[in-house]
C-alpha cells in the first residue's frame, strides 16, 4: 500500500533575511516516510521557492532521508545581482612621475635634463576619453523575485584651463600646444611651460607663471616661484619660496635656513629637507632625510628609503607616515602627527572665527528688526522705516542661511577630523626615545627604542604593534 504523507506536517521552510537562500527543515521524524520528487518540488512551489532549487540535494533526500533528520539544509540559492561598474575619465597620458630616473651615460655622468618627462601636446590633441557606467544585471531571489542591481555611478570631466569637451561629452581635446597637468581636485589642464636655463637668482628675478615652471638650477635664498601648474627644479633650493597649484618635485634637496616654503596643491617630491617648511595637498615622498622640519601632508608622508630617516621638527600627515628611522640615539624630539587633515584643521578654525562673526551680526539685525517692529505696532513707522524694514529682513534671510552652511561645513570636517580608522605611523626600522605620536586628539610618547613597528587608533588609545 502506497501511503501518501502531509508534507506541511514533517517539514519546515524558512528564508534568508534577503531571500538569496531557502532552507528545508525535516522537524518530525517518523520510520519509514518518503516522497518523490514531484512531491518535494509540488510542496516547495507551494511554500514559495521558486526560483534555484538544489534538485541534486533534492534527489538526496527523496532516496536518503535518514541523513536529513536533523538540522536544516540549503534547498534553494539565487542569483545574485552583478552590479554595474563605474564610469571613468581615461587619461591618454602617464600623469604618475614614480620610477624616473636621470640618466646616465657611458662615462657614468648623469644627465639630470633626462629627468623630466614632460606631457607635451599639440592644439587639437585627444587628451582624455570617458568611459560610460554599466548598469549591471539584476539578481533573483529564491522567490523568484527580481533583485535589481546597482547601476556603476558615472564620471565626469573636471574640466580646468586650456581644454575642450566634444559635444557628446565623452571625449576631451587640448586647446593649444601646452603641457598635460592635474591640478588639486583632479582638473585637467594644458598649461603652456616656461624654463629657467640656470639658476632662479637676481639675473631672473622672481617668478609667477600662470604654467608649469622648469628650472634647471637651483632657486637662491630670498627668491619666489609661483606656478599655477607643477614646478620642476633640477637642482636645489635654499631659503625660497615656491607654491605650485600641481606637484613640485626637486632633484637636489632643500635646505630652509628656517625661512621660506614649499607648497603644493597635489604632491611634493624631493631629495631631503633640511631647517625647512613643506606643504603638500596630497602626498610628500622624501628619499633620504627629513631633519629639524615642519613637513605637513593632506593624505602621506613617505621618506622610506634605503636611508630614509626622520630626526626634530614635526611631520603631519592627514593619514600616513612611512619611515625607515624616525629619532636619533641622542632622543632628539622628533613628533610625528597622523589623521591631523592640516588643511582640514586650518579651515576649521577660519570658520569658527567667521561662525562668531556671523552670530554678532544676525544678533545685531535681529534686535534692529525688533525695534522697527515695535515702531510698526504702533503705527510710528515711515516710509524710510519701512525701506529699511524690508532690506533688513533680506540681510537676516541671507545670513540665516549662511549661519545653516556653515555650521553644516564645521559638521562635516569634525567627523571627518574624528575618523582616524585609516591613519597610522610605519617604522620600517627603528624608533628612539624622545619620540612623540599623535594620532588624531591622542598621544603617545616613545620612551624606548623600537624596532619594525605600527603605530594605530586603537579602542581609546594609540597601540604599537609588529609590522607584519
Not at 256 to 264: F, L, P, Q
Not at 355 to 372: G, Q, S, W, Y
Not at 385 to 401: D, E, H, P, Y
Amino acid at each position: 500500500m502506497v501511503v501518501h504523507y502531509a508534507m506541511n506536517d514533517y517539514f519546515n521552510i524558512s528564508f534568508s533575511d534577503d531571500k538569496d537562500a531557502a532552507y528545508l527543515e525535516f522537524f518530525k521524524r517518523e520510520e519509514g516516510f518518503s516522497c518523490t520528487v514531484d512531491e518535494m518540488g509540488a510542496f516547495l512551489e507551494k511554500y514559495n521557492v521558486r526560483f534555484g532549487v538544489q534538485w541534486e540535494i533534492v534527489e538526496r533526500f527523496v532516496s536518503h532521508p535518514e541523513e536529513y533528520l536533523s538540522g536544516k539544509v540549503t534547498i534553494a540559492v539565487g542569483r545574485a545581482p552583478q552590479h554595474g561598474s563605474d564610469g571613468r575619465v581615461d587619461l591618454h597620458f602617464n600623469m604618475e612621475a614614480d620610477g624616473l630616473k636621470p640618466l646616465e651615460k657611458d662615462d657614468g655622468r648623469v644627465d639630470y635634463k633626462e629627468l623630466i618627462r614632460l606631457n607635451n601636446v599639440r592644439k587639437g590633441q585627444l587628451i582624455a576619453t570617458l568611459v560610460l557606467p554599466e548598469t549591471g544585471e539584476p539578481g533573483m531571489s529564491v522567490t523568484g523575485d527580481q533583485i535589481p542591481a546597482k547601476p556603476g555611478k558615472a564620471a565626469r570631466f573636471k574640466v580646468g584651463k586650456n581644454v575642450v569637451v566634444d559635444q557628446e561629452e565623452t571625449s576631451m581635446y587640448s586647446a593649444i600646444d601646452g603641457l598635460v597637468s592635474l591640478t588639486d581636485n583632479g582638473k585637467v589642464n594644458v598649461f603652456p611651460l616656461y624654463e629657467v636655463k640656470g639658476d632662479v637668482d637676481y639675473t631672473t628675478g622672481n617668478i609667477d607663471f600662470v604654467g608649469t615652471v622648469v628650472i634647471r638650477g637651483n632657486v637662491l635664498s630670498g627668491f619666489t616661484v609661483k606656478s599655477a601648474g607643477d614646478i620642476r627644479v633640477i637642482g636645489g633650493v635654499e631659503g625660497a619660496e615656491l607654491i605650485a597649484g600641481g606637484s613640485i618635485e626637486i632633484t637636489g634637496g632643500i635646505i630652509g635656513y628656517n625661512k621660506g616654503i614649499v607648497s603644493a596643491g597635489m604632491d611634493v617630491k624631493v631629495s631631503f629637507v633640511q631647517d625647512g617648511t613643506v606643504n603638500a595637498s596630497q602626498d610628500i615622498i622624501v628619499s633620504q632625510s627629513i631633519m629639524h622640519s615642519s613637513v605637513r601632508a593632506g593624505r602621506n608622508v613617505l621618506c622610506n628609503g634605503p636611508k630614509g630617516f626622520i630626526v626634530g621638527g614635526t611631520v603631519q600627515a592627514g593619514e600616513k607616515v612611512v619611515a625607515r628611522t624616525i629619532g636619533n640615539t641622542m632622543s632628539t624630539a622628533t613628533a610625528i602627527e597622523v589623521g591631523v587633515l592640516p588643511e582640514l584643521r586650518n579651515e576649521m578654525n577660519v570658520l569658527r572665527t567667521q561662525l562668531r562673526v556671523l552670530i554678532e551680526n544676525d544678533d545685531k539685525t535681529t534686535k534692529a528688526l525688533h525695534l522697527l517692529d515695535q515702531l510698526a505696532a504702533s503705527g510710528a513707522l515711515g516710509p524710510d522705516k519701512v525701506a529699511m524694514r524690508i532690506k533688513l529682513n533680506a540681510t537676516k534671510q541671507s545670513q540665516q542661511k549662511e549661519l545653516a552652511h556653515t555650521r553644516e561645513r564645521i559638521l562635516e570636517i569634525e567627523q571627518v577630523l574624528e575618523n582616524t580608522d585609516r591613519a597610522k605611523v610605519e617604522v620600517v626600522r627603528t624608533i628612539y626615545g624622545g619620540s612623540k605620536i599623535v594620532i588624531g586628539r591622542y598621544t603617545k610618547f616613545v620612551k624606548d627604542t623600537a624596532e619594525r613597528v605600527t603605530f594605530r587608533f586603537s579602542d581609546g588609545d594609540i597601540s604599537m604593534s609588529p609590522n607584519v
